[in-house]
């Protein structure tokens, strides 16, 4: 049986993500910061055995230390780094606030990081050695014609020069890396006009997942599998 263990499981993609790939049968680790408080991912993992729920707030070195202990050793096919945060909304030139940019930094870029270097070896000891990070387009210097969003795009690009240097570390030891953007997805994040449902996108996101390769590793893909340019 694969595995994966998916952060920010609760809601939105990360919810999703978990009920599709236990209805394919994977073992799901279900990361979230309150699981009493998680109604939907708990009355869904009443109804499957395959999935567990883990307490993780991901900025917090202590429940990733918990998390690696309670895991003992247990192999994870894919790693999926889901959780995030817009940030600061209006963080318009002239209007940016230090201490959200810094903890966007801290949710966004750092924590999925140390939750990789904390859980390699798992990543490592599994059949499909794989990690995926959801990044965002707005992080893409090339796809910016907009401006603006300062907090939320620095995040999201500082996130892809992370996961490139990672996929470029980690290659020797088989592992494979994908940045992935999900499109514009219905969520809390996405809001209601957003072009795609967590279902749909979700789907799309598998596709991608199954046809990474080391050759493509550390790739910044588009939500139909095409690269996007940095
Ligand atoms: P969402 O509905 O707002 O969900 C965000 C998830 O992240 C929630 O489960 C939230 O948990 C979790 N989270 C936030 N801070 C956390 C922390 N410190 N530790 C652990 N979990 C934390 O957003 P979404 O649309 O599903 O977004 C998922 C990912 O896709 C994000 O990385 C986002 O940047 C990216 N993305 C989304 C879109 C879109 O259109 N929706 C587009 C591009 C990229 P709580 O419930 O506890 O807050």
Known sequence: ????????????????????????????????????????????????????????????????????????????DILFNNAGIYGQNNASFGNTDIDKWLHTFHVNTIAPL????????????????????????????????????????SSKAALNAAFVSAAIDLKSRGIKIAILHPGWVKTDMGGPNAEIDTHTCVQQLMKTLDSLSLETSGSFFEIDGSIIPW
Not at 125 to 146: F, R, V, Y
């Open 1 to 76: 049986m694969n595995s994966i263990l998916i952060t920010g499981s609760n809601r939105g993609i990360g919810l999703e993500l978990a009920r599709q790939y236990a209805q394919q049968g994977w073992r799901v680790h279900a990361c979230c910061r309150h699981p009493e408080q998680a109604t939907e991912l708990q009355t869904f993992a009443d109804n499957t055995d395959n999935i567990q729920i883990h307490e993780l707030d991901i900025t917090s070195p202590e429940q990733i230390n918990l998390l690696v202990d309670s895991l003992n050793g247990e192999a994870i």
């Open 114 to 153: 140390k939750l990789t270097e904390a859980l390699v070896n798992n990543v490592a000891s599994s059949e499909l050695k794989t990690i995926a990070t959801m990044s965002s387009k707005m992080g893409s210097m090339a796809d910016n014609g907009s401006g603006g969003s300062y907090v939320y795009r």
